[in-house]
């Protein structure tokens, strides 16, 4: 009988942060990679270590031991550590797949100061896979994936070919019982060989080929003395033959016949926890994923790459960006299944990024006005189609003319005058650091002067900014003159003329382009009615809303019922959802009041203010929800000119706790499945979701940008948690949204759904969002509508900027034409224009870059084929290239 290979790999698992904040496991961390490379460098037969796949780990270790860099370099060039792909072990449903690509690209590229990564898409603890994980893989050079949760039970063998709906396809190797099967070895050789004999049987007919055992666990330290008695055992039976390897060592030689296939995504809880509640705890984290994620990808790269020189290309503050959502995208971070001090962190982290891409988006925006040749307004379009529709602008003393033209606000209250001490206005002085007053006023000119009586200071306050403005001169010259005369008044007077904020419509604004505005009058203007019932109606001859006095719900184009909140108890934690034994549910308020905000032509209003009574808490003991919190929630209801998309905004603080909120959509028709977007694609989903005993198989799934089902489109800000409801006759009826879930522990042991715990038992006060003010924005357009061009329109508005001329841009334009698919990418990468689009639809696209030529490259920027005006880009394929500049 020939013996059974078996390759012991030694690693541990590190989560950056979770049940401890960052620093604490740092130190842990900085332990463990001390005892790691003294064991390495003093014993031949601990030969491989694989350091979790992830830089991050790399680079936390060295901000402390930077004098260690050398003997990290060392090993890993000797095939000793293994480092990377990943910088950090990602969740790939809360994050954007922009955001999976940088997060191997900048692993891959730390990795090169080490030898190179390992080439092994790792992943081993995330809660389930993305459809385009195996294209992502491929288009990165690597052909082997390694992952646990999630596999269906289809899948009956430790290895499966694993395929992207565009047909590319690596070859999956399957811990059936997880990373740590080999954790915590015996250190006697005879106990060794029975815990391989007592694997074997644990797994049975699952084995396919060698033997699989990974060494280590969460945040195990390595473990002396294995290359030892693994040689022991080896010399002590002919069953088996054990070897201290690396994970692509074992997979060089693993069997790849006849395996077995798995198209899609993998979110299966057939035999591991998949997890799913972590979509919908502390929401508020998932919004800041997405505001910081759109931020980056479709502002801050895009405007820098066109509008700012070549030479000006923020790299160093855009990297920093990424890494602060490479470091958030870790599962624990994102999926906010984590202590407080660990939120509060990946907050402030997204707040970084995202002010990083607000400041580089708004210095290429005054780039661009500062080019316009002709003074006045200018629309931006920062999508790729060209889009026409509503607008909002600042505007001064001249308000565009005509229907097109929506006056929302008007202030004329900074004009005055004012008499002050010297002493005071030093004060106010060191304040005047720039040119804004706020988002709606900007300093237009300084003047300075001076009499017999006193000092004069006059400035003018517009709608616009002006980059000439003398601020530092001014403050300089006034600062001289109070210095001469310190005990004479200074007089400030503050000239503005009324400046109002104004929605105008306008048309076909180029794609990644520029037009001066020109507003046109709208085919379809919104009219208000404010019926005798007291319902409330906004219509555009395109949709129809009617808001339901009684209730607060509304219709759209006569579908009933929209927008009725749902709320029940949750006895769960941070990772599942867990109604209590005897739940209660509250789905309609106490009292309704609508009134009518906007009133059109271009754009108008409702707003839904309703009273609930939500029970306070869930008592543990009775299983039960117990007394009462008021609760006002506030909807606005918004439809535009010439579109058929009803916009939602519901506003509350949170009361309670121990709840779950969601509001239920009715559909047009009924469904018996969905169509949700996810990395680089859609994916399809049926009615149930795959689980068992210790999981129940929730179909609660998430979706990033949009959902549709039943001739219902939903656009949503950030990862938002969603499930088909209302069965009847095998089918459902209506689509419920989470908009929040309460709950108060990490983890918790007897939940309804999930009776074993799935971390510590700890508890977690910011899990509840008591006090916190919670909103959820959100689109639903009825009947055929694009849904990746609807996320555009809802989420990534047209913006304007002002500007006094005096370039040499045209009046309209476009920086780069990309036609045919959805763009997710505009950066510069290794001097020049870097694009990256994806297909959503089954068929072949042609892919067209008008008038240019270049390169498509793969994910590690190594180039594929030349082109020259376009492609064609395969059903559901990604593609990266690079322009050939001009």
């Known amino acids: 009988m020939t013996p059974r290979r078996v390759a012991v790999v030694p690693h541990t698992h590190w989560d950056r942060e979770w049940y401890d904040p960052f620093q604490t496991f740092r130190l842990r961390?900085?332990?463990?990679?001390?005892?790691?490379?003294?064991?390495?460098?003093?014993?031949?037969?601990?030969?491989?270590?694989?350091?979790?796949?992830?830089?991050?780990?790399?680079?936390?270790?060295?901000?402390?031991?930077?004098?260690?860099?050398?003997?990290?370099?060392?090993?890993?060039?000797?095939?000793?550590?293994?480092?990377?792909?990943?910088y950090a072990l990602m969740d790939e449903f809360l994050v954007s797949g922009e955001t999976i690509v940088r997060d191997l690209q900048l692993g891959m590229r730390r990795a090169t100061a080490f030898g190179g990564a390992m080439?092994?898409?790792?992943?081993?603890?995330?809660?389930?896979?993305?459809?385009?994980?195996?294209?992502?893989?491929r288009l990165a050079g690597l052909e082997h994936a390694v992952v646990w949760r999630g596999v269906p039970s289809a899948v009956t063998k430790t290895a499966f070919w694993w395929e992207a709906p565009d047909g590319s396809r690596v070859r999956a190797e399957y811990l059936p019982v997880g990373y740590g099967n080999g954790s915590l070895l015996p250190d006697d050789?005879?106990?060794?060989?029975?815990?391989?004999?007592?694997?074997?049987?644990?797994?049975?007919?699952?084995?396919?080929?060698?033997?699989?055992?990974?060494?280590?666990?969460?945040?195990?330290?390595?473990?002396?003395?294995?290359?030892?008695?693994?040689?022991?055992?080896?010399?002590?039976?002919?069953?088996?033959?054990?070897?201290?390897?690396?994970?692509?060592?074992?997979?060089?030689?693993?069997?790849?016949?006849?395996?077995?296939?798995?198209?899609?995504?993998?979110?299966?809880?057939?035999?591991?926890?998949?997890?799913?509640?972590?979509?919908?705890?502390?929401?508020?984290?998932?919004?800041?994923?997405?505001?910081?994620?759109?931020?980056?990808?479709?502002?801050?790269?895009?405007?820098?790459?066109?509008?700012?020189?070549?030479?000006?290309?923020?790299?160093?503050?855009?990297?920093l960006a990424w890494r602060e959502m490479a470091r958030n995208a870790a599962h624990d971070s994102v999926c906010a299944c984590s202590v407080d001090e660990v939120v509060d962190a990946v907050l402030h982290r997204y707040a970084s990024a995202r002010q990083i891409a607000d400041g580089v988006?708004?210095?290429?925006?005054?780039?661009?006005?500062?080019?316009?040749?002709?003074?006045?307004?200018?629309?931006?379009?920062?999508?790729?189609?060209?889009?026409?529709?509503?607008?909002?602008?600042?505007?001064?003393?001249?308000?565009?003319?005509?229907?097109?033209?929506?006056?929302?606000?008007?202030?004329?209250?900074?004009?005055?005058?004012?008499?002050?001490?010297?002493?005071?206005?030093?004060?106010?002085?060191?304040?005047?650091?720039?040119?804004?007053?706020?988002?709606?006023?900007?300093?237009?000119?300084?003047?300075?002067?001076?009499?017999?009586?006193?000092?004069?200071?006059?400035?003018?306050?517009?709608?616009?900014?002006?980059?000439?403005?003398?601020?530092?001169?001014?403050r300089q010259d006034l600062a001289?003159?109070?210095?001469?005369?310190?005990?004479?008044?200074?007089?400030?007077?503050?000239?503005?003329?009324?400046?109002?904020?104004?929605?105008?419509?306008?048309?076909?604004?180029?794609?990644?382009?520029?037009?001066?505005?020109?507003?046109?009058?709208?085919?379809?203007?919104?009219?208000?009615?404010?019926?005798?019932?007291?319902?409330?109606?906004?219509?555009?001859?395109?949709?129809?809303?009617?808001?339901?006095?009684?209730?607060?719900?509304?219709?759209?184009?006569g579908t009933a019922g929209m927008g009725r909140l749902v709320d029940g108890g949750d006895l769960g934690d941070s990772y599942n959802y867990s109604p209590p034994a005897r739940d209660t549910t509250v789905d309609r308020p106490e009292s309704v009041a609508v009134a009518i905000g906007e009133q059109g032509p271009v754009r108008a209003t409702a707003v839904v203010t309703a009273a609930y009574r939500w029970p306070d808490h869930v008592d543990g003991s009775g299983q039960r929800r117990v007394d009462e919190q008021r609760v006002a929630v506030t909807t606005v209801l918004e439809v535009r000119a010439d579109e058929q998309i009803v916009r939602i905004a519901t506003s509350f603080v949170n009361p309670s706790r121990d709840h779950r909120l969601r509001v239920h959509l009715p559909l047009p028709h009924p469904a018996d499945h969905s169509e949700a977007g996810c990395a680089f694609t859609s994916v399809r989903r049926g009615l149930t979701a795959e689980g068992r005993p210790d999981e129940l198989g929730l179909p609660t799934f998430p979706a990033r940008p949009f959902v549709t089902a039943g001739g219902l489109t939903v656009v949503h800000d950030g990862v938002v948690e969603y499930e088909l409801v209302d069965m009847a006759d095998g089918t459902a009826h209506a689509l419920a949204l989470t908009v929040l879930r309460s709950t108060g522990m990490l983890s918790r042991l007897g939940m309804a759904y999930r009776p074993f715990p799935a971390g510590p038992l700890t508890p977690v006060e910011g899990l509840q969002l008591v006090g916190r003010r919670i909103e959820a924005r959100y689109a639903v357009a009825v009947g055929p509508v694009d849904p990746?061009?609807?996320?555009?329109?809802?989420?990534?508005?047209?913006?304007?900027?002002?500007?006094?001329?005096?370039?040499?841009?045209?009046?309209?334009?476009?920086?780069?034409?990309?036609?045919?698919?959805?763009?997710?990418?505009?950066?510069?990468?290794?001097?020049?224009?870097?694009?990256?689009?994806?297909?959503?639809?089954?068929?072949?696209?042609?892919?067209?870059?008008?008038?240019?030529?270049g390169w498509l490259v793969d994910l590690r920027g190594r180039p594929i084929e030349h082109f020259d005006g376009g492609f064609t880009l395969h059903g559901h394929g990604i593609a990266t290239f690079r322009l050939t500049e001009r």
């Not at 896979?129 to 893989?137: D, R």
Request: glycine share 8%; hydrophobic share 45%.
């Open 29 to 86: 961390l900085v332990d463990t990679v001390d005892q790691l490379l003294p064991l390495l460098e003093s014993d031949p037969s601990y030969a491989r270590f694989l350091l979790d796949g992830q830089m991050a780990a790399v680079d936390d270790y060295l901000e402390v031991r930077p004098e260690a860099e050398a003997r990290l370099r060392a090993l890993a060039a000797a095939g000793r550590l293994a480092m990377g792909p990943w």
């Open 119 to 137: 080439p092994v898409g790792y992943l081993p603890d995330m809660f389930g896979h993305v459809a385009q994980m195996p294209q992502l893989l």
């Open 189 to 319: 050789a005879k106990a060794l060989v029975r815990r391989v004999q007592d694997h074997l049987e644990e797994i049975g007919s699952f084995l396919l080929g060698d033997l699989l055992l990974m060494n280590g666990s969460d945040h195990l330290p390595p473990q002396p003395g294995l290359g030892r008695v693994v040689a022991e055992a080896n010399a002590l039976q002919d069953d088996f033959i054990l070897e201290v390897t690396s994970l692509p060592e074992y997979l060089a030689t693993a069997p790849t016949d006849d395996l077995e296939r798995w198209l899609g995504e993998l979110r299966s809880g057939a035999r591991a926890n998949l997890l799913m509640g972590v979509t919908s705890n502390r929401v508020d984290v998932k919004r800041a994923a997405g505001a910081a994620e759109r931020a980056l990808e479709r502002r801050a790269e895009p405007y820098g790459a066109l509008f700012l020189p070549p030479e000006r290309w923020p790299e160093r503050v855009l990297e």
């Open 361 to 474: 988006a708004e210095r290429a925006l005054a780039e661009l006005a500062r080019s316009m040749a002709e003074p006045g307004p200018v629309v931006v379009n920062p999508a790729a189609r060209p889009r026409s529709g509503v607008v909002e602008l600042v505007v001064g003393e001249v308000v565009p003319d005509g229907p097109g033209a929506q006056v929302l606000s008007e202030r004329t209250e900074l004009p005055g005058q004012m008499t002050l001490d010297g002493p005071t206005m030093r004060t106010i002085l060191g304040m005047l650091q720039g040119p804004r007053i706020d988002d709606d006023a900007w300093i237009q000119d300084v003047q300075v002067g001076e009499d017999e009586t006193g000092i004069d200071l006059t400035v003018t306050i517009g709608a616009h900014e002006n980059p000439d403005v003398p601020m530092a001169a001014a």
């Open 480 to 557: 001289s003159r109070i210095g001469a005369r310190p005990d004479v008044p200074v007089r400030v007077r503050l000239e503005q003329p009324p400046i109002r904020r104004v929605a105008a419509l306008v048309r076909d604004v180029p794609g990644f382009g520029w037009q001066a505005l020109a507003v046109v009058e709208p085919t379809h203007p919104v009219r208000v009615e404010d019926r005798a019932d007291g319902a409330v109606v906004l219509d555009n001859g395109l949709v129809t809303v009617v808001v339901d006095p009684e209730d607060g719900t509304f219709s759209v184009n």
């Open 788 to 853: 990746w061009a609807m996320a555009d329109d809802v989420l990534v508005p047209l913006e304007s900027i002002g500007n006094f001329g005096g370039g040499w841009r045209p009046a309209s334009g476009s920086a780069l034409q990309v036609r045919g698919a959805e763009v997710s990418s505009v950066r510069r990468e290794a001097g020049t224009l870097e694009v990256r689009v994806f297909n959503p639809g089954d068929d072949p696209c042609r892919v067209e870059v008008a008038d240019r030529s």
